[in-house]
């Protein structure tokens, strides 16, 4: 198993920046990626921005430029620095890992952290 717990959500003004965390316990050696996920009511939770264990990164178009993804080698921390950011992005944000064997995005969750983009 892997415990997820995410900080540096909150309120900021369009423009302005934060950088979310998310610390990882447990079985670190069967994670292969770690993502972050947002999610708004009445939506799907969209995929932000992933990397797996050997550096790879993959963005959500619309945040191309913009986001950040990085982790330590040894995936028990990833990070989302977001800058230039809109109202649109305001979403509460998941930390996910992909597990070994697993199939992707499936793993474990976070509880989330809410972040808000006043305009």
């Known amino acids: 198993q892997v415990q997820l717990v995410e900080s540096g959500g909150g309120l900021v003004q369009a423009g302005g920046s934060l950088r979310l965390s998310c610390e990882a316990s447990?079985?670190?050696?069967?994670?292969?990626?770690m993502a972050w996920f947002r999610q708004t009511p009445g939506q799907q939770r969209e995929r932000v921005a992933r990397?797996?264990?050997?550096?790879?990164?993959v963005y959500l178009d619309s945040v191309k430029g913009r986001f950040t993804i990085s982790s330590a080698n040894a995936m028990d921390t990833v990070s989302l620095q977001m800058n230039s950011l809109k109202p649109e992005d305001t979403a509460v944000y998941y930390c996910?890992?992909?597990?070994?064997?697993?199939?992707?995005?499936?793993?474990?969750w976070g509880r989330g952290t809410q972040v808000t983009v006043s305009s």
């Open positions: 996910h890992v992909d597990i070994r064997g697993w199939g992707p995005d499936i793993g474990y």
């Open positions: 447990g079985n670190l050696e069967s994670i292969d990626a």
């Open positions: 990397i797996t264990r050997g550096g790879s990164i």
